[in-house]
């Protein structure tokens, strides 16, 4: 089946004949922002200065590889003159051609890919060499250094199984996965699954069993570290505020090529975390869709708990009780040549239980017993997406994206601690869409721009008949379980535009790069509604009511950030020899509007003028080397050293936006209003108690106020400093024989600067936390001093939140070492393997706000993980492929909560031993899929495949609640085994 696809935004951009007139469009580009121009007018603007007329077509931006290398005669003596011509699929031009130097050097630079190349070397006088099936993954430069006999015969050799693994140009650790790979591999459908078969990704959380995880957000982690990613959807990037994952939920049906770089990054990428390029599918010359669906029935579910769980008084784990998938694309031509679309649409839905998610509490009022009754948890997820290509001319193409989605989640929230009842029904519309521009003015010049969109809107309600009067929100503070509605709904809108342009310029032995990234962002962490159960959240300690938490509900704050960024990169190849240097100068510039808050039952009515909150501006170095340390392309030893800043993110605003939303604790003790509603879950039976008007003095000044957080309870810190990330690698490829490589990296984080941003009580600092109280510890009866302050600093004046850097001499670092081992199709089978171990060295707190904080404060431990996945093709079409991932078990430590009426403070949870003491035991996730195809005229196909999830069926649990009260309760487990069927229709 052709594999190439387009979307349902088409933008025509006009030629601009003069530098003069792209300076001047570029000008208006910017005035029309600041007065609101239309987006389409917008792209137009910014895309006229590059659609300029000269000889080739180019692949779109991210999906470019290279092909270089020397040709000699059989005594290693260079030959100049030599024509050589890459043909392939991918490209939209019969071939693309060049001629050796005089030196015998060689490149086909910014190649489509992902491509199968076919690569002919002719010069008269010897014989002609073709390289047949050399592949091309975006990023990747492959070797070809042909040895050419004197022939006075025409005649041509064909060299096939000799397609180069080792790259000996790029500095990045590069990993990149095909379509092929992503059809045949037996994983969950969501993009985020691919995630983890990038060497040295990793995403925190359960791992994925049949699409278990499907439109869960996941922490993504670089090496061990997690930090910012960079999560590119067709160039566009989807990560909204200082956040480590996306809300952009996509299925990979639509997806051609995914490419992850995990070290090596240089000045064009701004963060330090895995820098992800997916690429959608395209249109082409002939049509070509397909049909396809999967179904899983919990008949065909296995159940996974084991005798150690079940004498736990588990019954049940994860069971998927349904799930289902379709999707429909086509793909062609509109006109043959010039414009060519793709599109498509998708629907998935799993229903499924949850190991420790209840509807309620048992016959005796237990929330947390084995035998309450489980809740279903469902997700849906339904897309929409197109893509357009239009050929311009021969040197311009003009690409078009869209990409519509909606997550729906009835029970959005669930855990072990959020029961039915308070989880919220979610909806979640998402979209990301681009406008983008590629030339070539002339043989040595590529210009690459690009305008785009992303992100969504998050909407949640209550349950029904959960958030009414007398029902308030509860907390029993030993176990965190949580009743009633939540105290305040939340609500997100995460908007980013980003404009991105780029000049490459090849110059002899450089390659030279430059461009703008300009970014818009908005992050609006909503509380929009109040509700008759009230604006409050009561917490109780074994049953007894301890504190009243209020909220300043309705607040629906704006908080906004500019970044700009101008990078420039150099790639010169001298001998065996790439060096690869940039440098980055980059602004973040974090502020908020003007606006208007509505009154809620414990705010007021009020206007806020908008203020400037904070503005990094930086300049940081990338370098990184590349030899080929044998000359002939088979073995690579690369080098790297680089400084990456971050972002504060558009949402950083809302700790100092007093329109934000503001938590407030104040001390309560009753007494109780009895209501119909058992909001008191830690008694047996539940009982009633809810807050009665008048009984706490909510004065900032009186008795029993504690602390108060968010909003303009947080002062301005303009010298708090962008965190860093110091990033240091040596890694060595290996060809070992044809198509097979191995590879070994050391990679080296430290992280500076960082910041908690909950902030420290400057007006209580550290040395007046100078009194102690000993408590008796419940779970082992042994003394605990825990430090509070004097009474002389009591009272709301003292509450001076502020945002602060780690001090100097408490960076976090992390030592990763890491082994791999690919083999590319070949001799009917093809395989990619991992495996990495990082040392962590990690402060659990940035700033230490009391000597409370200094109880086992470091994590210095060891974690692992592997992946492994393989391809073999039997006789008869007959496709069998097997994927494993597995990790060290979750590190953790035991922590106790505290309540004492001498703690003024409150409620104080603490460290009670070294982090590590308590960990689980390895998790690991083994996959099979075997598969079907039956072929009609050549042209179409019916596959049939059968896929096993979690084949060994293993019980690892991946979350355990290691607090007191609830010590050992595992909250998260694996979820059992579970076949799928599958069927598609393709031509």
């Known amino acids: 089946m052709a594999s190439t696809r387009t979307p349902n935004r088409h933008l025509t951009c006009a030629v601009v004949t003069s530098d003069r007139k792209a300076l001047k469009a570029g000008g208006c580009l910017m005035a029309r922002f600041k007065k609101g121009t239309s987006t389409v007018g917008m792209a137009v603007v910014l895309l006229l200065p590059f659609s300029v007329a000269t000889e080739m077509a180019w692949a779109q931006a991210g999906t470019l590889g290279n092909i270089m290398g020397k040709a000699t005669d059989e005594t290693g003596g260079v030959l100049p003159g030599v024509t050589v011509a890459a043909t392939s699929p991918a490209l939209q031009v019969p071939s693309v051609t060049t001629v050796t130097d005089a030196e015998g050097s060689y490149r086909l630079r910014d190649l489509p890919a992902p491509g199968m190349y076919r690569v002919v070397f002719e010069l008269q006088g010897f014989q002609t060499i073709a390289f047949e099936g050399v592949s091309l993954t975006a990023g990747f430069t492959a070797r070809l250094d042909p040895a050419m006999k004197v022939s006075t015969v025409s005649e041509t050799v064909e060299v096939s199984g000799q397609s180069p693994v080792v790259d000996t140009v790029s500095v990045a650790g590069v990993s990149s996965i095909q379509r092929e790979r992503i059809e045949s591999v037996p994983l969950g459908l969501g993009i985020q699954n691919l995630l983890p078969m990038a060497a040295g990704v990793s995403l925190q959380g359960s791992p994925d069993v049949g699409d278990s995880q499907l439109a869960n957000r996941q922490r993504i982690v670089t090496y061990g570290v997690a930090l910012t990613p960079t999560l590119e959807f067709e160039g566009i990037n989807s990560t909204t505020a200082h ?8 299925d990979f049906y639509q997806v051609e090529e995914a490419s992850f770089k995990t070290t090596g990054n240089n000045a064009d ?14 249109g082409g010359n002939t049509f070509h869709g397909s049909i396809e669906g999967d179904y899983e029935n919990k008949r065909w579910q296995s159940n996974n708990v084991s005798s150690d769980l079940a004498a736990k008084g588990f019954s049940i784990t994860n069971p998927t009780t349904r799930y289902y998938d379709v999707n429909g694309d086509l793909g062609g031509y509109i006109f043959k040549d010039t414009l060519w679309f793709y599109g498509g649409a998708s629907k998935q839905e799993i229903d499924q239980l949850q190991i420790g998610f209840v509807e309620g509490p048992n016959a005796a009022g237990c929330w947390t017993c084995a035998d309450a009754p489980p809740g279903t948890v469902i997700r849906i997820l339904k897309q929409q997406y197109s893509k357009f290509q239009w050929q311009a001319s021969p040197a311009t193409k003009v690409i078009g994206t869209f990409v519509h989605a909606e997550k729906v989640t009835p029970f959005f929230g669930f855990s072990a601690t959020t029961p039915t009842p308070t989880t919220r029904i979610q909806s979640q519309p998402t979209r990301t869409w681009k406008v983008g521009t590629q030339s070539a003015p002339n043989n040595r010049t590529f210009i ?5 969109f992303c992100c969504y809107k998050t909407n949640y309600i209550p349950q029904p008949g959960v958030a009414v009067a007398g029902n308030p929100a509860s907390q029993e503070i030993t176990n ?4 009633g509605p939540l105290g305040a709904i939340p609500g997100t809108i995460a908007d980013r535009w980003q404009a991105r342009t780029s000049v490459s310029y090849v110059a002899r032995n450089h390659q030279l790069k430059i461009g703008t990234d300009l970014n818009w962002e908005r992050q609006d962490s909503t509380r929009p509604n109040e509700y008759p159960s009230g604006s409050y959240t009561l917490l109780f300690n074994r049953g007894v009511p301890t504190e009243i938490r209020t909220y300043n509900t309705p607040t629906i704050p704006i908080d906004r950030l500019f970044s700009q960024a101008a990078f420039a990169t150099d790639t010169w190849s001298r001998g065996r020899v790439t060096l690869s240097y940039g440098v980055r100068w980059e602004r973040y510039h974090n502020f908020y509007p003007d606006q208007t808050k509505a009154a809620g039952q414990f705010s007021s009515e009020q206007r806020f003028q908008g203020a400037d909150v904070l503005t990094w501006t930086d300049v940081v170095p990338r370098a990184g080397l590349n030899w080929d340390v044998t000359g002939d392309g088979k073995t690579s030893l690369k080098t790297f050293f680089g400084i990456f800043g971050d972002t504060m993110g558009a949402d950083f605003a809302a700790t100092y936006n007093p329109n934000a939303e503001v938590t407030t604790r104040y001390r309560w003790s009753g007494p109780c209003k009895v209501t119909q509603f058992t909001n008191v879950s830690y008694t047996s039976p539940n009982t009633s108690c809810d807050y009665v008007p008048g009984t706490v003095d909510f004065s900032p000044t009186g008795r029993d106020y504690i602390s108060a957080s968010g909003g303009s309870n947080t002062l301005p810190n303009p010298e708090l400093k962008q965190n860093k990330n110091y990033e240091a690698s040596v890694r060595l490829d290996r060809q070992l024989v044809a198509n097979t490589g ?25 040395e007046v936390w100078n009194v102690p109280i000993v408590l008796t510890d419940p779970f ?13 600093y009591a009272g709301a004046a003292f509450n001076q939140n502020k945002v602060l850097n780690a001090p100097s001499d408490r960076p976090d670092y992390y030592h990763s070492f890491e082994m791999t081992l690919n083999k590319r199709f070949s001799r009917k089978w093809n395989m990619s393997s991992s495996f990495w171990i990082t040392k962590n060295h990690q402060w659990i707190r940035a700033t230490p706000t009391s000597p409370n904080d200094d109880r086992f404060a470091i994590d210095d431990t060891w974690a692992w993980e592997a992946r492994a996945d393989a391809n073999y093709r039997l006789p008869w079409d007959v496709n069998a492929s097997f994927n494993l991932r597995a990790a060290s078990g979750a590190k953790g430590q035991r922590t106790q909560t505290f309540s004492d009426s001498r703690l003024l403070q409150g409620t104080v949870t603490l460290r009670m031993e070294e982090f590590g003491a308590q960990h689980g035991r390895t998790v690991p996730v083994t996959s099979f899929r075997l598969a079907k195809k039956f072929r009609a005229a050549e042209r179409y196909a019916v596959d049939l495949n059968f896929s096993v999830f979690n084949l060994i069926n293993s019980s690892a649990p991946v979350s355990i609640s290691y607090l007191s009260g609830t010590f050992g309760r595992i909250t998260d487990i694996l979820a059992p085994r579970v076949a799928r069927i599958g069927l ?4």
């Not at 598609?984 to 031509?987: A, D, E, H, I």
């Open 742 to 766: 191995i590879g070994f990296a050391y990679v080296h984080h430290r992280h500076t600067n960082w910041y908690d941003t909950g902030g420290v009580n400057v007006g209580r600092p550290y």
């Open 984 to 987: 598609q229709f393709s031509f």
């Open 480 to 483: 965190n379980v949580l009743t």
């Open 780 to 792: 082992d009866r042994q003394p605990v001093t825990v430090y509070t302050y004097p009474a002389s």
């Open 243 to 250: 956040q480590g994952n996306t809300a952009l939920y996509l």
């Open 448 to 452: 690459d721009a690009v305008f785009g």
């Open 269 to 282: 990428v701004a963060f330090g975390g895995v820098h992800q390029q997916m690429i959608m599918k395209s």
